[in-house]
């Protein structure tokens, strides 16, 4: 069993291996990496203190039969925990750090006897990095988002929101920095000094951060509904001052479509510096796929959600499950 879990922790963080160590009481185990949920120990009535690892039936099949398990850490199945004090990140501050855009999210919860849970994840690689990486964008007179709360809310609920949007310099700056050190898939991401070192800082947007628009008639509330139902909105030029990099706002809206119909891709061709400066009509590329990405490197889930995989994915010795889904990746970190 030791043989088959052993684990080279020559070039694996610091924190990883003390975060999975075998504890002393399980002496048998030393020098493998386990997951502390799963050890469990007690005192007996003689004062003497007894510990047992909890395992899975299917990684204990495969024990018994001197296999490595397909989700061991010895089989790089490592996930690693943030650190706590970047536990309470908001969703914009962990999306600043993230190595891929994630534009859209959805998830299907039903009841009875077909119940059951289906997550569906949309995202596309930072190129050429993080968003932290490329700030500020070279947008005349937009130096901030701004949530717009519509209908009644109570006050909990309005300080929820503050919350739940906000973005904190200092927060995304030190998650930066644990990624840096910690996970090998930003090892070679260029850091920005003007952006991490910005004027504004969590005083600055303290005040006036959400504004809240009472809409007793519902007027907005349909606006919005009516908006949502059109594919092609209207375009959001006029709150871009500059017209010279207007074209460098990038629009994002989801709609259904069917998936058997046929649908002309074509590349778009890549803008020079002079062709940007240029007023020109937006042009967009709609790409439709009814098949799950290819995760050749094994990288890809831990790319999408680096706050699951803080310390990165490492290669397998075994073959595992290429069918896993986010969520179940979500169930272990729960678990764990």
């Known amino acids: 069993m030791k043989r088959s879990l052993y684990v080279e922790t020559a070039n694996l963080p610091n924190t990883l291996v003390e975060q999975y160590r075998c504890p002393s009481c399980l002496s048998d185990l030393s020098g493998l990496m386990v997951s502390p949920r799963g050890i469990n120990t007690y005192t007996d009535d003689n004062n003497y203190s007894r510990a047992w690892l909890s395992v899975c039936r299917e990684c204990d099949r495969s024990i018994q039969r001197g296999r490595l398990p397909k989700f061991a850490i010895a089989n790089g ?41 289906r997550s569906h994840c949309i995202a596309f690689d930072c190129t050429p990095g993080p968003p932290v990486t490329l700030l500020p964008l070279p947008l005349e007179d937009v130096v901030s988002y701004r949530v717009v709360l519509v209908g009644h809310f109570t006050a909990a609920q309005l300080e929820q929101v503050r919350k739940m949007h906000r973005i904190r ?7 930066f920095a644990f ?3 910690n996970n090998h898939l930003y090892a070679k991401i260029a850091e920005s000094d003007p952006a991490e070192n910005s004027e504004y800082t969590d005083a600055d947007l303290e005040a006036a951060f959400v504004e809240y628009v009472p809409d007793d008639e519902g007027s907005i509330d349909g606006e919005i509904d009516r908006e949502q139902q059109k594919i092609r909105g209207e375009s959001d030029s006029w709150r871009v001052m500059c017209k010279t990099n207007e074209c460098s706002v990038l629009e994002r809206r989801i709609g259904l479509a069917n998936a058997g119909t046929p649908v002309a891709v074509r590349e778009l061709s890549v803008l020079s510096q002079a062709d940007r400066t240029k007023e020109r009509e937006r042009e967009f590329e709609v790409r439709r796929s009814s098949f799950f990405a290819n995760d050749i490197s094994g990288t890809l889930l831990a790319r999408i959600f680096p706050d699951l995989f803080p310390f990165g994915r490492a290669p397998r010795r075994a073959a595992a499950c290429q069918s896993v889904r986010a969520g179940m990746y979500q169930i272990l970190h729960d678990a764990e």
């Open 77 to 117: 199945f490592f996930m690693g925990r943030l650190p706590h004090k970047h536990r309470d990140l908001t969703v914009p501050e962990r999306l600043m750090t993230q190595l891929t855009n994630v534009v859209a999210m959805t998830r299907v919860m039903r009841g009875g006897h077909h119940r059951c849970i």
């Open 169 to 175: 310099n200092g927060a995304v700056r030190d998650l």
């Open 179 to 181: 990624y840096k050190i």
